[in-house]
């Protein structure tokens, strides 16, 4: 993968005796124990530890590891493996999280080059112990710290990204992969949180600089059993900090909840001769 300083776009060059990339100018960045390193300076955080919370990320990453949202990690697998076409190709999720995805990815095709990136630090650093073999870094999707035409191909699962910095490190035909909530998605869990759940609104977007080739929806009903799982699938979501501590608590003693996820997997070719 081509880094790049986020101070001053120049080209980071990878010192494994002082486990840290430099640039020309002298920009230092470490590389923590885990393998992964933080390129997000002082100055474009918005806060102290941006991003996701611990808690969040735990939660998260006890829900994934019970398989739940396993058919959109076998969708993924299943595109990607189409793409791979036989050779080695670099892969990027921007938003990583913790790398249940990539995890996923690595294992049903090995051939290609995981990358991840997420503003969490402790989500990169969860996701740069579990997969040794896969690049994890700290940076914005608002300032991808990667050369031109790094990536052939990017994931945006559930996550926000300019469409100018995907064109940007996206190869010319490169496939962009887009993850949303289709209408229905965890619509049972919002029926415990507000008085009138509403579905999501789910429009067909064009992105600029990019072709739509296909789009599948993915939907089914999931049995989530046990305490632990709901509360989980609770913190996990934005949902919670929009939870009264009364609903919380109620949410955090159900032992069952049957539940729907609903995912829209949008395919996108970066256009011949596009321009930012």
């Known amino acids: 993968m081509s ?3 986020p101070l001053c776009q120049s080209p980071l060059e990878h010192h494994n005796t002082q486990r840290l990339y430099r640039c020309s100018n002298n920009h230092c960045f470490d590389i923590a124990k885990e ?14 530890s941006p991003g996701d919370s611990k808690a969040m990320i735990n939660a998260r990453r006890r829900f994934l590891a019970q398989g739940y949202y396993g058919n959109l990690a076998d969708k993924l697998t299943q595109i990607i493996s189409a793409e791979a076409g036989g050779g080695a190709q670099t892969c990027l999720e921007v938003g990583c999280g913790e790398g249940y995805y990539l995890r996923q990815l690595g294992h049903h095709v090995p051939q290609h080059r995981y990358v991840g990136i997420d503003i969490s630090k402790e989500a990169v650093r969860l996701a740069a112990k579990a997969a040794t073999a896969h690049q994890y870094c700290v940076a914005s999707s608002y300032n991808l710290p990667l050369a031109e035409g790094s990536a052939d191909i990017i994931i945006r699962n559930f996550a926000p990204a300019p469409s100018e910095e995907i064109q940007r490190v996206l190869t010319t035909g490169g496939l962009f992969i887009v993850v949303t909530p289709g209408a229905e998605h965890l619509y049972q869990l919002r029926q415990h949180i507000y008085r009138q759940a509403t579905l999501h609104d789910n429009p067909v977007t064009e992105v600029e600089g990019f072709q739509l080739i296909e789009q599948h929806a993915l939907r089914q009903q999931i049995d989530i059993s046990g305490v632990d799982d709901v509360s989980a699938l609770l913190q996990m979501t934005p949902y ?11 949410l955090n003693e159900l032992t069952q909840l049957q539940c729907t996820t609903d995912f829209v997997v949008s395919l996108y070719r970066h256009a011949e001769g596009a321009t930012t």
Not at 35 to 48: E, R, T
Not at 240 to 250: F, I, N, R, V
């Open 3 to 5: 880094w790049i300083c």
């Open 240 to 250: 919670y900090w929009q939870t009264s501590s009364e609903d919380q608590q109620k």
């Open 35 to 48: 393998g992964y390193c933080n390129l997000i300076p002082v100055q474009q955080k918005n806060s102290k």
